[in-house]
């Protein structure tokens, strides 16, 4: 067989050589057959091309048995390869051999399958084009992540997962034993986060994070991946700045890197060039109520979380993501220190996202005052026993600090245009679903 003296490309590689002899591995992505020719579009992580194999070149033994091949049949094949605008990517190869790897039953997934059944099988659905044009976007992102908060010269702090106490609410803590005791999955890394500023002043985190919440919405899960940043010496203008940057700088190189990909998701990149282009506004909490009140005729008094409907009517406004802040200090957390200036508001803010898509990023300016911290704590029902190490922040040597969470999910589901949050994660995990 050829193999023995060919080195292996991916597709795309092979693509852009562009004409002579190639060897591709990978998994049959279509097929079709008649009498003398079997077609066999072949994918792997890079790209499809259509690869024809003729019996009269291979001979009948052996294409007897490509004609039994099957949709994720994987393979080695060789031949030449040639431009053909009629192809589905504009090449084709002409098969000279083969190597049948590993047989396929009759692959489950076809045309047409319910959302449940899909996510029945969300290990085989993962091969589909859509899901890997999600994932290298996704990865895209978190990579440019990377780069972005190295070229800033943070420090990444890694935080523990089990935690003894809650940080956005006890009502949504899962709870889990711990030997002979119990303890919690993590809702963020923050109270560890600001722990870890004293030390390091700038850093930065990315990691699981469980939310118990009770809502089957297409914008929730219960595991997902939060992208969190903290800062000493930081105050709300200074973070929320920085959640600006550090987006929009994800999102160019998404757009820079992966336009094939936002392509076979049909996402009208217009809207996304738009927003990697202009400023992003910031907007107080009081003036999005008045928007709400003169352009969408929607009454929300003062003292209210904004919610998804409410999110929807502003963005209606814009093109961009907007920062919201200063909500009701009556509604926030416990570490969200109210304005010196208006104690009714916070020193905090989320990010909207247009297009509907709602809040994608959630920071604040870090309270630093215990005895009020205290009051909130106890006014939550909180056991201040298990805040003892982070009240022990404000007792030695604490300084003004901020920080926010990414919502990497909400994210990738705004930037390739996805109906439902649950696509922009390969194993969803939520209220009804913890399998696959």
């Known amino acids: 067989m050829e193999q023995n003296n060919q080195q292996f490309k991916s597709i795309q590689e092979a693509m852009e050589q562009g004409s002579g002899k190639v060897a591709i591995r990978g998994w049959v992505h279509r097929e079709r057959k008649s009498s003398k020719l079997k077609f066999i579009v072949l994918r792997d992580s890079s790209n499809i091309i259509q690869c024809v194999i003729e019996k009269e070149i291979i001979g009948e033994e052996k294409f007897l048995t490509v004609k039994k091949t099957q949709v994720e049949t994987s393979m080695k094949i060789y031949g030449e390869i040639k431009k053909e605008e009629r192809?589905?990517?504009g090449y084709e190869l002409h098969?000279?051999?083969?190597?049948?790897?590993?047989?396929?039953?009759?692959f489950p997934i076809s045309r047409d399958q319910s959302i449940e059944f899909?996510?029945?099988n969300r290990h085989l659905w993962l091969r589909s084009r859509k899901m890997t044009a999600i994932m290298k976007i996704r990865s895209t992102y978190i990579q440019a992540r990377e780069e972005f908060f190295k070229n800033k010269k943070f420090w990444r702090f890694d935080a523990p997962i089990l935690q003894p106490s809650?940080?956005?609410?006890?009502?949504t803590l899962f709870?889990?034993?711990?030997?002979?005791?119990?303890t919690f999955l993590s809702q963020t890394w923050q109270l560890f986060a600001e722990a870890g500023i004293f030390s390091l002043e700038k850093?930065?985190?990315?990691?699981?994070?469980?939310r118990a919440e009770k809502s089957k919405t297409s914008r929730h899960l219960s595991e997902f991946w939060m992208a969190e940043t903290e800062v000493a010496w930081a105050n709300l203008q200074d973070i929320s700045e920085l959640a600006k940057e550090e987006l929009k700088y994800c999102l160019k190189q998404v757009l820079a890197e992966r336009q094939e990909e936002l392509k076979i998701l049909e996402r009208d990149v217009g809207k996304l060039n738009i927003a990697s282009n202009k400023e992003w506004p910031t907007i107080k909490y009081r003036e999005a109520l008045k928007i709400l009140k003169e352009k969408s005729e929607m009454e929300v008094s003062f003292g209210k979380d904004l919610r998804t409907i409410e999110e929807e009517k502003i963005m209606e406004h814009f093109d961009t993501p907007v920062v919201v802040t200063h909500y009701p200090k009556e509604v926030m957390a416990f570490y969200k220190p109210k304005d010196p200036d208006f104690p009714d508001e916070a020193l905090c803010f989320d990010m909207l996202a247009p297009e509907g898509y709602g809040e994608i990023v959630g920071g604040s300016q870090r309270d630093t005052d215990m005895e009020e911290i205290k009051k909130a704590l106890e006014r939550d029902g909180e056991d201040l026993e298990n805040y003892k190490f982070y009240l022990d922040l404000r007792k030695y040597g604490s300084v003004p600090h901020s920080g926010y969470g990414v919502g990497i999910e909400?994210?990738?589901?705004?930037i390739c245009g996805l109906d439902n949050v649950k696509d922009a994660i390969a194993f969803p995990r939520t209220m009804t679903r913890w399998t696959p």
């Open 175 to 182: 709870e889990v034993k711990f030997y002979k005791e119990k």
């Open 118 to 120: 899909l996510a029945d």
């Open 87 to 89: 192809a589905p990517t």
């Open 95 to 106: 098969v000279s051999d083969f190597e049948i790897v590993g047989e396929c039953d009759t």
């Open 203 to 210: 850093i930065y985190n990315m990691g699981p994070t469980f």
């Open 410 to 414: 909400r994210v990738i589901t705004w």
């Open 166 to 171: 809650q940080c956005e609410g006890g009502s």
